[in-house]
């Protein structure tokens, strides 16, 4: 990696500390925009309008010299870990991600996204694992990827069934990447995922899970994804949450009969554009393979 490249990542760390008074996803605009980091440090940024100008200007203002060291440091100390970084400038930010309005400025990933893991579905659920395991054993069996959390029983058990058969799956965690209760009792699970696809933190690597930050992760769960499959779930539990956060950025969201018969919050979803009702899994699989190699795709990965 070039000292550019460096200083470009070091400037997306710098600018996003910044970001003090709005969701992260308005400083990610601002730098996608601009095409460079940097360039919103110096000044040159000529947003679509004045709020995204005005961001830009005030977070600019906010990032001293100490900031950009402390940011260079931090990449330099997590890739002694293994750690490496992807920005919003990066040819290897996810390209499904990308796409998403809220998208997050930067990554920590251990492992590697590959260019082929746009080809992926999202498995969400709460408590039935049976279902759940049938679901992505399937789905890596069709050569999907398998997204999921990683803080449940269940999401681990969705990442080992999908690596069992030959998968490669992506874990999102609710923590930092060098924070061990990010990975809850699920560290060597953490470590098959990192051997066979990448496990994904969108938060600073030393941050605790919290409530809010479970809450933003759903943001990098559902980005991640070309489609999401809802298991099951309860109202305003985590499946409730990411269907709505998947179906608020445009993505198709896929969910057994029976969670639309007997859980309203699905049903009245399901009113709504962008849910679609599987028989099984066989359905669920061919429906997502359709999804997945229909889907327009932009030149980010």
Known sequence: MTMTAIDEQAAVLALTKATHDKPW????RVIAAAGSALGVLAGTFTGCDEDDQAHAAAIAARVRREDLEWARDLIAAMRSEGVHLVTVLDKG??????SAYDRQPFLWVRGGIERGDYRAVAVVGE?????????????AHAGLTVVSPLRTDLDAAVHEVAIAVGGRTLGVLAGGLAAASAFGAHASVAKQIAERGAVVSPFWPDIDPTNRTVELARIVTCGLADCLYIVDGHPEGS???????????????????????????AAQAAV????TVVQD???LVRQAVNLVDMTPRLNVS
Do not use: C
């Open 25 to 28: 996803f308005h400083t990610t």
């Open 93 to 98: 930010y996810p390209g499904n991600l990308y």
């Open 127 to 139: 408590l039935d694992v049976d279902h759940a395991t049938a679901a992505a054993r399937n789905l």
């Open 239 to 265: 499946s409730d949450g990411h269907a709505a956060r998947a179906l608020a950025t445009g993505k198709m969201v896929l969910v057994p009969q029976r969670l639309q018969q007997e859980q309203p919050w």
């Open 272 to 275: 709504r554009a962008g849910m």
């Open 281 to 283: 899994i066989d359905d």
